[in-house]
């Protein structure tokens, strides 16, 4: 199956789970997987949230951030990815001059 995120339109998620200023997100839904392409402009941020039934892998494509993970700050770059297991929380902040773009898979558990 292929899935062509580069034919849907970014949808803007102000404060998205409580995070600072928007996230922009093409995102593909089957019923129980949800794959997205997000970018966060500088200093926006996906609110910390837990994953309950569910995980999350993001691979960042571009910029530089910060992910939370439990409470926990490591800096990210292009080039490497970030995995939330279930039952826990987690948090994405573009700490960069530039935006932070992304692909996100989070399967149901």
Known sequence: MIIDLNSMP????????????EYNAKM????T???MHGLLHPGA?????AHIGSAEFIFVLKGK??????????????GQCTYCPEGHKHS???TGTEDLEFYACVPKQ
């Open 45 to 49: 941020s996906i609110g910390e949230h």
């Open 10 to 21: 970014f949808e803007v998620f102000p404060h998205f789970k409580d995070g600072e200023k």
């Open 33 to 35: 997987t949800r794959i």
């Open 28 to 31: 593909w839904f089957d019923g």
């Open 92 to 94: 994405l902040v573009n």
């Open 65 to 78: 951030g910060t992910v939370i993970d439990d409470g926990e700050p490591a800096a990210i770059e292009a």
